[in-house]
Structure formats: structure tokens, C-alpha cells
């Protein structure tokens, strides 16, 4: 699917096809966007801090884990514990659960 792009009709471009363009305007107006933004998510663990279910969907594999801890020098530090796992319906997240907050949240 091409969202923003207009088609440009071949006798314009003097072309027997049909080119894409991305208009100059929308280019401008979109400037950066950030990827992977993570959302709330909610998530049962088991007493070892392990993520069991994930809106209701029972995790089948923890594939990995990890603990980042960052900025720990300033007033916002940051702990999370990151979760990369596989539900039993067959799909894979990365969740993680900030550890100062206690939330947890989906990255992708």
C-alpha cells in the first residue's frame, strides 16, 4: 500500500509508465518518526518475575532475556527487564517491564 505517494500519469513524465513520486509538501510536513514506539500492555508473571500470559495469550517460550540499566546518574533512571517471547498462538514480542514503575509495556 502507498500511503503519501501520488501517481503521476506517464504522459506527464513523457514515459510509457507510470512513476511514483513522493510530493515535496509531504516530505516536509512528515519529518522523523520514531519505530517501534512500545504501548501498554497487559501481562500475568509468575512469582520468579517471568511473563506467563500476555493479554490473555499463554506464552509458549521465553526465547531470551535481559536487564538494561541506563542513566543511572541522573533523576530519571531507567531499569527494565526485557522479555523476547513466542505465545502459543505462534507470535513473537518483545515485552519488557520497567522495574521502577512495575509496568509493563510491548515493543514490538
Do not use: H, K
Request: hydrophobic share 40%; net charge positive.
Amino acid at each position: 500500500m502507498l500511503v503519501g505517494l501520488r501517481l503521476v500519469r506517464a504522459a506527464e513524465r513523457r514515459s510509457l509508465l507510470a512513476l511514483y513520486e513522493w510530493p515535496e509538501r509531504d516530505r516536509a510536513m512528515s519529518g522523523p518518526r520514531r519505530l517501534a514506539v512500545p504501548r501498554r500492555v497487559a501481562v500475568t508473571a509468575g512469582d520468579d518475575g517471568r511473563p506467563v500470559a500476555v493479554e490473555d495469550r499463554t506464552v509458549d517460550t521465553v526465547r531470551e532475556s535481559w536487564l538494561i540499566e541506563d542513566r543511572w546518574w541522573t533523576e530519571r533512571p531507567l531499569r527494565r527487564r526485557y522479555w523476547e517471547i513466542v505465545t502459543t498462538c505462534g507470535r513473537n514480542d518483545v515485552i519488557f517491564q520497567d522495574l521502577i514503575a512495575g509496568r509493563w509495556w510491548r515493543q514490538r
